[in-house]
DNA sequence: TGAACTTAGTTGAAGCCTAAACTATTCCGG
DNA sequence: CCGGAATAGTTTAGGCTTCAACTAAGTTCA
């Protein structure tokens, strides 16, 4: 079968978007860093915990929302945990389950972050494109997780209220 | 001054977009692994090294195309060197200057894995999308890489010829 | 009950990336 | 021509990620 190339302009869309995500993500990161002492992935974990019932999840909770492989969970929130960002807490009803617990440390730093953090995603993303635009992400991106990961969407990506 | 935070609309594309994102990178990096033993940024590199005049590119030429850091490129190009991707030749103009120049494996190279990758990147994006939702993912990249990195945009970003 | 299988999570080694310091060369002003 | 500043690229160490192998606990089914 002869391969089907992209053309000119999913080309420009294909390349567009490596080199913006690459220097968004540089960005984010960096800022996180520079400012708070967090990475992005330990930062979007401090977000998933500090919405979870208790502000504990599951290990393989963790794993799967922010889609990450379970191993690489082990050790960030190992390193988390040094940090006194989170708690390790043995899962009763299953002797298998670990939950990482945010501790009051980890909320206060996540609060004191998250303004410099939105302020980097709007400076770098949304306030620099349009209404319908980013309403265009949403579809492309949801459409992208979907397929490759369907049936695991994030609870906010198909509910609207928070 | 208070927190502009995002509203839902901008939460869903912010996340859709990280979800997505680490999911399509992974899943590209994996195919070209998996099949031609390439990582996603080594390939990236090819590509650059492919297009270029002579098939060779100075070190900060590289860098700046895929926006790696300058000390990655060194990293990336040594170990592709050694898979014998590349030669490094210096650079007689400018003695402190190398060229990365593609050899006749690494173009092989290159050619064997294009399809598969092709494949992979239609697969998981573009074939998933709409025309006119492409060109809105290729705005919202142009606006965001020209806001993070002014003045240094890919040159089929901005000229409609290959 | 118990053997086989699955799932949860961890571990350790190897590879990749970052950051900062470093070498070598070129550029610029006097 | 010389000295200082800037540029090109490399190096090294340390941190992060991946991979494969591993432990431990739960599940299934005869």
Redesign the interface.
Same mark, same amino acid.
């Given at each position: 079968m002869p +391969?089907? =190339?992209?053309d *000119? $302009? !999913? !080309?420009? &869309? =294909?390349? /567009?978007?490596?080199? #913006? +995500?690459? @220097?968004?993500? $540089?960005?984010l990161d960096r800022d996180l860093r520079e400012s708070h002492g967090l990475s992005l992935p330990e930062y $979007?974990i401090l977000v998933r915990l500090s919405e979870a019932p208790e502000r504990r999840l599951r290990m393989a909770e963790i794993a799967d929302s *922010?889609?990450?492989s379970r191993s690489r969970i082990t050790h960030t929130v190992a390193r988390m945990e040094r940090a006194g960002l989170v708690d390790r807490v043995q899962c009763t009803s299953d002797g298998r389950g670990v939950y990482a617990h945010l501790t009051d440390t980890g909320h206060q730093r996540l609060v004191d972050a &998250?303004?410099c953090h939105?302020?980097s995603?709007? /400076? &770098?993303?949304?306030d620099?494109?349009a209404?319908? $635009?980013?309403? /265009?992400? +949403?579809? %492309?991106? +949801?459409? %992208? &997780?979907d #397929?490759?990961?369907p049936g695991t969407r994030?609870p906010? @990506?198909t509910a *609207?209220?928070?």
């Open positions: +391969t089907n =190339w992209l *000119v $302009e !999913q !080309q420009r &869309a =294909w390349r /567009a978007y490596i080199v #913006g +995500t690459t @220097l968004l993500l $540089e960005r $979007e *922010v889609k990450n &998250a303004p939105v302020a995603v709007r /400076a &770098a993303l949304i620099v494109v209404k319908d $635009e980013l309403a /265009a992400l +949403t579809r %492309v991106f +949801t459409a %992208v &997780a #397929g490759l990961s994030d906010i @990506l *609207v209220s928070s």
